[in-house]
C-alpha cells in the first residue's frame, strides 16, 4: 500500500510534528510512505492508495488543510478545533471575506454577526464557539482522533466517513536522572514536581502554584519546575513572588528535547492539568506515563478517559485547588504509592501506546478505508500478553536434569541448576509435529526437551566447521538414552543450516554473551529459521545486576565472567565472555530482531539468599533508581512478528 503524508515535521516546534516524526518510521516499515512537510509542486492523487493528514490548530498545517480540502483523505484530527489555524491562513493574510464565508459556513448567522464585530475591531474571535471543523469534515473520506470525545466532536461537525481511536503514541526515553537531579541541585530524597510545555494559564499553573504553597509548609523541601515557553500575557514571574515561593519554584524555559526529557526523568510527579480544553492530547503527558511518573491530569475532555489506574484526575470546580494539594501530599509523603502509578502508567502505556502499535493501527485502518472494507476498533486497554504456559513442575525438576549429566559436567549443571530449570519452566511446550534447536547444545537440558515438553524433534548446534554434523548421545542414570543431531557452524558469520520457518522454537542460553564481532547475524538468522509466530528463548548474564554494581562500586570488575580461559593441553580455547548485557537491552535487541518480549525477568544462576547486597539495593531506593530487573541472569522470551528491523542498530554497532 502506497501512502501519501502530509504533516510539518522537525525542526518545526510543533508537539504534531514531534508525532508525526515518530510515527512516520514504524509506519514506513509496514507500507510505502511518502511524507510531504510542505506543500509539493506537482501532487497525482492517482499514485497512492491512501493519504494521511496530520491537522492541528496552528499556520504550521496551513499546507496540509488546504491539501485536505483538494485532495481528501483520511485526516488526523489531534483536537477537535481549527479557528486559530483558518484565522491564520484568512485573517493574518489580510482576507478578511474568506475568514467570514468560513465563519458562516461553520457557526451560521449569529456566528457571522459576531464575526462582524471581530472584522471592526471590537472583540477577538470567538475561538471557543466556533471550532471551524465542518468546511474539512465536509471533504474527509475519514479520520484518525485519539479520543471518543474528539470522535464526538466529529460527527457532530458533519464526517459521516469512518473514525478510528487510536492512542497517542509514547515515547520511552531513559535519560540519566540524576544528571538532572544535580544540575537542578534537587538532593535525593527531595520530591520533584514539574510542569512541562507552553506555559499558558489554562495549564492551570495558579492554581498548581497555590497548591504547591500550601505543600511547602508541611514539606519544605519539596521543589518544582516549570519547563516551556511562558506565555507573554501571563505574569508568572510576578505570581511566584507574590507566592513567596522563589526559593522553591524555577521557571526553566523552552529547552531542546533531549533537556526537556532529562528534566521530565528528574521529577517525581507531573501536573499535566488544563481546562478549557478542545480534545486535544499531550505528548508530554505520554512522555511522562512512558517513564513510569506519578500524574495529575485535569479530568475533563481526552484526559478523562485515560484509566484511573495510571494517573489521578482532579476536577476543575471549586475543589480543584484542594484536590492538587491532596494528591501533591499523598504522592510526596508516600513515595510508594507515586512508585505503584507510574509503574502501572508505564505498563499501560507499553500495552497500548507504543508507536508500533500505532502504527499498525494505521495502517490496517488505511488499508481498510481504501478498499472500503470495515475496521474493527481496537479495545482500549489490550490486556497483559501472558507469558508461554510454562509446563508442569514436574518437566523442569532439577533432580531429572541432573540424571542426564556426564560426571565431568556434574559441578558446573549442579552450580546452574537454578538457570537450567527457570529456562525450561519458560519454554514453551512443543508436540509431536513441533522442532526446536538448542544453541551451544550440551546435552544437559536437551533431553528434557523431548521427554518433558513434548518436541517431536529435537536438534542441536555448536561453534565448529560449517557444514558438519554429529550424533551426540546422552545417558541418564537408568541407562536410558537420548541421541539428536548437532550442526557445526559459526553463529556470528555463517548462514544457519536450516529453512525458511523450519523451528517452532530456539534456545540460545549463555551464547550472547561470548560473541565476538555481530551478534545482529545470529538474531536475524534465527529470525528466519523460525516459523511465523515462534519464540526464542534467550539466556544471558545481566551486567546490570546487584553483584556488578556492588562490585564496581567497590573497586572491582562487573563482569559476571570477565577473566581470560587458559588454553588446555590440546590447545583448545574456549570462548570467554566478550559483552555482557542489561536486561533493559533485551527489548531493543529482539525489536530489532523482529520479537516482540512476551516475558522479561531476571534471577539467579544458583538458589541462594546474597543479603551482602541488600546496601546496593538501599542505594538504589535511596536515589530512586530502577530496582527491577537486578538478577545476576537474564531470562527473555520472544514471539516472532515479522522480520528484522534493524541490521545494524546504532545502540550495538559502532
Known sequence: MRVAFFSPMPPARSGIADYAAALAQPLARLCDLDVFSQAPRHFDPSNYDAILYQMGNNPFHGFTYEFALKYPGVVVMHESNLHHLIADITIKQG?????????????GPQALAFAQRVRRLEVGPDYDGVPMLRRLMAQARAAVVHSQVVADDLRAAGLAGPIARIQHGAWIPDPPRQEFREKLGVRPNDALIGIFGFLKPYKRIAESLRAFKRLVRLEPSARMILVGEPHPDFPLASLIRSLELDAHVRVLGYTPIEHFEGYLAACDILLNLRFPTVGESSGTLMRALGMGKAVLVSNVGSFAEFPDTVCLKTPVDASEEDLIFEYLNLLVSRPEARHTLGAAARDWVSRNCTWEIAAARYASFLEAVSTGQPWSQPPDDVAAVPAPEPPPASAVDGLYILNWVEPAARSYAETHI???????ELTPRGGPDH???????????????????????????YYGPSGATERRSAHDENGAEFSCDVDLFDAEKDPFPYPDGHFHTVLCCELLEHLTADPMHMMCEINRILAPGGHLVLTTPNSASLRAISAILQGYHPGFFPAYIRPREDGAVDARHNREYTAREMPLLFSDAGFEITCLETGPFKAEQKPELLWTDRLLEHYSLDRQHRGDGIYAVGRKTGPPRHRYPAWLYN
Open 95 to 107: 482576507d478578511w471575506d474568506a475568514y467570514m464565508r468560513e465563519v458562516e459556513f461553520d457557526g
Open 418 to 424: 537454578t538457570r537450567f530449570e527457570k529456562t525450561l
Open 435 to 461: 522442532r526446536i534447536l538448542e544453541m551451544g547444545a550440551y546435552m544437559q537440558i536437551t533431553p528434557a526437551l523431548k521427554h518433558k515438553l513434548g518436541y517431536g524433534e529435537v536438534r542441536g548446534c
